[in-house]
């Protein structure tokens, strides 16, 4: 186990489980001081990424303002030497046996009944601009579990995090859970029950339920970029 991975592990497990709105881990200072110090360093540049909407990711309708860059083994290729060796680390770290034993046994001692060799992993880099926002959904079915790094450089933002909803005691019950709400419905029907605030070096994990309910309020500050890194975990 690297050192950085120790770090990590450490993270999660001095973390508390939180159970309102929906189970969940917010965790800051999640990567060594250091090692986030090289996230941001190495981030590529915005003329690497596309607008996610213009991939097969996701419909058509979704917001233009997130732009979206897959680290896979082809992007590796447009990394310069320095990139590859940490970018390695981070997938060599987050793909881990010790990492998602880590996390999943924090969510009731992989009561799930999951194994890694069940699962798909994701990994992009996300930019998103003003004007981007994410009406309350619980992510597809074929999600496992989500991870959402924040990468801001201070917390001057730390307004634009995740929004966790909980449905209003007056709304529908016969809601349809895999729906993707508008910004005017979420208001509608749901409250929003804590904001994951955009912090630097902070991570929200959780479990995708019927009831995940999460979302992005509008972002209005200008040229700022909101820099996420996302890990999925995802049913084969």
Sequence with gaps: MTIELQHISRSISNSDLCKNPFEHLYIKNF??????????????DKENYIQINKTKS????????????????????????EQKLFFGEVVNSLMSKDFFDAVVNKFGNNEFKVKPEDLNI???LVKD???YNLGAHTDSADKFMTFLFYLPGDDSHKHIGT???QLKKTANKNIAYSHHYSEQETK???????LAE?????VLIFPRTDFSYHGVSSINVGSY????????YNYK
């Design 31 to 44: 990567f060594s001081h250091i090692f986030y110090k090289k996230f941001l360093q190495f981030l590529p």
């Design 58 to 81: 996701v419909s058509r309708d979704y917001p233009d303002e997130r732009y979206i860059f897959n680290i896979n083994p082809e992007s590796f290729k447009i990394f310069d030497n």
């Design 122 to 124: 994701r990994m992009a």
């Design 129 to 131: 601009y003003t004007n």
């Design 163 to 165: 929004s966790l909803y």
């Design 188 to 194: 509608e029907l749901f409250e929003e029950k804590k």
């Design 198 to 202: 955009f912090l630097p070096n902070s």
């Design 225 to 232: 970029e909101r820099n996420v890194f996302l890990l999925n």
